[in-house]
């Protein structure tokens, strides 16, 4: 009996310590770097790292043999503009029904469902949730407990009384908690961003001017005042946290450029003078386009005249500056800004050919929702390339992306931390649905 249990041991021993080298064959790999597609070479994945990238025939013998025919291997995609507790259109009203651990919940399955269409990391722009539930998702995350994307970001939006983060449409009797942070005057500013901190946010999300999907604000004003402003960047500055800026009027794009924004989210209503301000600030822009064209003409949100608006009198102009942006040398990222509980996530991926209808190459277009979003979110020394020594976030999509970008929405392949997620072609997938 007792060499029984020292055999089961060792057993157990050996497999534990004795790797498992997946090598992943395809005819195609977009690495993230190289502006051409590598053919017929396969990738080793060791433990949660790439190894090696390699001829077919140089595959070792005791290599598991991963065969994916007919598609492309690329980076896990990186959506770096999420808010996976958003679990309704009206998210409003979602916000004031649903507690904390509902929205936990819904939000776990819905970033389940991300990570099976290809999105291995995501940074959250703040949420409509009183407390911290995608900090705690990170943390089951991260420990292995769920399976779930990469996190990173803020917890909350932080905005002004009557801003893009408060709760404008109920009678001033009433006092609910809003789904944003509400904070006035550089002291509260400071102190909401030293409690975002303190629960885990390491990104502050700024309302820096009106929004388009909340009700009651007007996304052409400015929100915050220059000393607000000021504030919360030095603040954010001090704990060496990086902010991203929501902002669509001009001044406050360019406000929030100057002041040190990492990142510029939406950015609707840029001109020359934002594009030549974020190039000299080496600022990241985030437009998230395709959200407006999914809610078009529709009456599913409350703010539903404002996103007509959107696509009615502006769109075409602001692609084109988008396009100028991207030739000027603006780091362009992608980010979904849609991808909640009510939508299904596949169409998270559409982002991509608004960019390219905007005047990126499709592989530009895959370079923002993969290296470019790495860089933004400071992780490029380990994620957003296939390249050795980082980690093994692969997907595979069938065909070529590179003629037809809508494949990016049903990968077949998923690969994070060298642990496979799914694979269609062999009818696994880790989750249950
Ligand atoms: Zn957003």
Known sequence: MYRLLLLILSFSYLSMTEAETYAIIAPRIIDGNANTVLENQAILVMDAEISAIIEISQIPQNAVR??????????????????????????????????SAYKALLGLSNLQRLLKSGWTSIRVMGDGDVYYANQDLRKVIDAGIFIGPRLTGAAHYISITGGGGDINYLSSEQSVIADGLIADGPDEIRKAIRKEIKYGSDWIKLMVTGAFMSVGDNPKNIAFSPEELAAALEEAARHNIPVAAHAHATEGINQAIIAGARSIEHGSYLNEKSIALMVEHNTYYVPTIYIGDYYAHSDKLLAQSKNDDFYLSFRDDWLKMIGKAHR?????????????????????????ATLIEAGLSPM?????GTIVGAQLLQWDNRLGTIEPGKLADIIAVPGNPLNDISVLENPVFVMKDGVIIVNQLDNYSALPY
């Open 328 to 352: 000027a040398g603006v780091k362009i990222a992608v980010g979904s800004d849609l991808c909640g509980y009510a939508v299904p996530s596949a169409v998270c991926a559409r982002e991509f």
């Open 66 to 99: 991963i065969n994916l025919p007919d598609t492309t291997l690329m980076p896990g995609m990186i959506n770096a503009h999420e808010h996976p507790l958003l679990y309704k259109h009206d998210y409003q009203n979602a916000h004031l029904q649903g507690s």
């Open 364 to 368: 530009d277009a895959i370079k923002a």
